[in-house]
């Protein structure tokens, strides 16, 4: 009897061709991940924007609190110290990693000052030396 020797083809693939596969996808996956880290970059500076906005919100209403005041030694604007550097917020609780800065000016040149006792408030909070929220407004007593 003849031996009958039969070679089939091998199926599946070597270790050669999978690495030549996980490069090839390694190269085409690397725009991909470029573009996860910018996603979760953008997703920080939105959080630290929410935050500053809020932030800035309250101390702006905390501002104007001040009219209607019970006090009546700090009830009106005319109170609020004119400063480059205002305090008038530091007794709100701060967000972590949130730096807020009022301006408070005198607001009389401003068209809409009719009375002649104006203030023009800027808020600015900053999150790592970024400004994330402004709010400027006229306070006329």
């Known amino acids: 009897m003849r031996a009958i020797h039969s070679y089939r083809k091998q199926q599946?693939?070597?270790?050669?061709?999978?690495?030549?596969?996980?490069?090839?996808?390694?190269?085409?996956?690397?725009?991909?991940?470029?573009?996860?880290?910018?996603v979760s970059q953008s997703l920080i500076i939105n959080e630290e924007v929410l935050q500053s906005n809020a932030y800035a919100q309250t101390c702006a209403e905390h501002i104007l609190y001040f009219r209607r005041s019970p006090d009546t030694t700090?009830?009106?604007y005319a109170n609020l110290a004119i400063s480059t550097s205002?305090?008038?917020?530091?007794?709100?609780?701060?967000?972590a990693g949130l730096v807020i800065n009022v301006d408070i000016e005198n607001g009389n040149a401003s068209p809409a000052c009719a009375t002649?006792?104006?203030?023009s408030v800027t808020i600015t909070v900053a999150s790592n030396g970024q400004p994330r929220a402004n709010i400027e407004f006229l306070l006329m007593n």
């Open 86 to 95: 205002s305090t008038v917020c530091d007794a709100l609780p701060n967000p």
């Open 12 to 38: 599946g693939v070597s270790l050669v061709e999978i690495v030549i596969i996980v490069i090839v996808l390694g190269i085409v996956a690397m725009p991909f991940s470029n573009g996860f880290v910018s």
């Open 74 to 76: 700090t009830q009106g």
């Open 116 to 119: 002649g006792n104006c203030k």
